[in-house]
C-alpha cells in the first residue's frame, strides 16, 4: 500500500494497487451489482482528521442529521472512503487491509440499495455492520489472525464496552 500520499481524493489503486488482485476484493465485488470494475473505481480520501476509515456519505440527510463531535467529508455522490493521515501511515498493513475491505464491503451494500447509517439499529446491531466485520473477520482467520487479535480489532471507541461485548457474541468472538 502507498502511505505516502498527501491529503486529498486519490484512486483506490494509488493508495491499495493490486487490491483488485486479491480473491478478498473478489469476493466483496461479487457481491455488488454494479461490478468488479465500477467497485475498482472507488476513491480514497486522506484527510487530516484522527479517523480510522468510512464511507463518505453523499449528504448530511444520509447520516440522519448532523452528529456532535464529527465533521464527515461528503461524497458529492461518488464512491469515497476517508481514510485519517495518521491511520494510513502508522497502522500495521493488516488493520488498514482489513478496514479497507470492511469500507468495501459497505460500498456494495450502499449498491444494493441498503442504507449505512440506519438509525433504526444500534452500531453493533446494524445489519450492514454485521456483514462487514463478518467479512472481515472470515478474511483474517483465513490469514490466521487469532481471536484476541480479534477482539481487539473490533474494539473502537465509538461504541460503549457493553455494546463491544454484544458485538462479540455476534461475531463468535466472546469470552465467555
Same mark, same amino acid.
Given at each position: 500500500?502507498?502511505?505516502?500520499?498527501?491529503?486529498?481524493?486519490?484512486?483506490?489503486?494509488?493508495?491499495?494497487?493490486?487490491?483488485?488482485?486479491?480473491?478478498?476484493?473478489?469476493?466483496?465485488?461479487?457481491?455488488?451489482?454494479?461490478?468488479?470494475?465500477?467497485?475498482?473505481?472507488?476513491?480514497?480520501?486522506?484527510?487530516?482528521?484522527?479517523?480510522?476509515?468510512?464511507?463518505?456519505?453523499?449528504?448530511?440527510?444520509?447520516?440522519?442529521?448532523?452528529?456532535?463531535?464529527?465533521?464527515?467529508?461528503?461524497?458529492?455522490?461518488?464512491?469515497?472512503?476517508?481514510?485519517?493521515?495518521? +491511520?494510513?501511515?502508522?497502522?500495521?498493513?493488516?488493520? &488498514?487491509? &482489513?478496514?479497507?475491505? +470492511?469500507?468495501?464491503? +459497505?460500498?456494495?451494500?450502499? +449498491?444494493?440499495?441498503?442504507?449505512?447509517?440506519?438509525?433504526?439499529?444500534?452500531?453493533?446491531?446494524?445489519?450492514?455492520?454485521?456483514?462487514?466485520?463478518?467479512?472481515?473477520?472470515?478474511?483474517?482467520?483465513?490469514?490466521?489472525?487469532?481471536?484476541?487479535? &480479534?477482539?481487539?480489532?473490533?474494539?473502537?471507541?465509538?461504541?460503549?464496552?457493553?455494546?463491544?461485548?454484544?458485538?462479540?457474541?455476534?461475531?463468535?468472538?466472546?469470552?465467555?
Amino acid at each position: 500500500m502507498n502511505r505516502k500520499l498527501e491529503e486529498g481524493r486519490h484512486p483506490l489503486r494509488s493508495v491499495f494497487p493490486g487490491l483488485e488482485d486479491i480473491p478478498a476484493f473478489r469476493a466483496v465485488a461479487q457481491k455488488d451489482p454494479r461490478g468488479t470494475a465500477e467497485l475498482a473505481k472507488s476513491e480514497i480520501e486522506v484527510v487530516a482528521a484522527d479517523v480510522w476509515m468510512y464511507v463518505a456519505p453523499a449528504t448530511e440527510k444520509e447520516i440522519g442529521g448532523r452528529r456532535e463531535g464529527w465533521t464527515p467529508v461528503f461524497s458529492g455522490g461518488k464512491d469515497v472512503i476517508v481514510v485519517g493521515r495518521n +491511520h494510513l501511515v502508522e497502522s500495521p498493513e493488516i488493520l &488498514l487491509y &482489513l478496514d479497507i475491505l +470492511h469500507e468495501l464491503c +459497505h460500498i456494495t451494500q450502499r +449498491h444494493r440499495g441498503l442504507s449505512l447509517w440506519d438509525q433504526e439499529y444500534d452500531y453493533v446491531d446494524r445489519p450492514t455492520e454485521l456483514e462487514a466485520y463478518q467479512f472481515v473477520i472470515d478474511e483474517a482467520r483465513r490469514l490466521g489472525a487469532t481471536t484476541p487479535f &480479534l477482539q481487539e480489532y473490533l474494539k473502537v471507541e465509538w461504541v460503549s464496552d457493553e455494546d463491544y461485548l454484544r458485538l462479540l457474541e455476534k461475531m463468535g468472538l466472546s469470552s465467555k
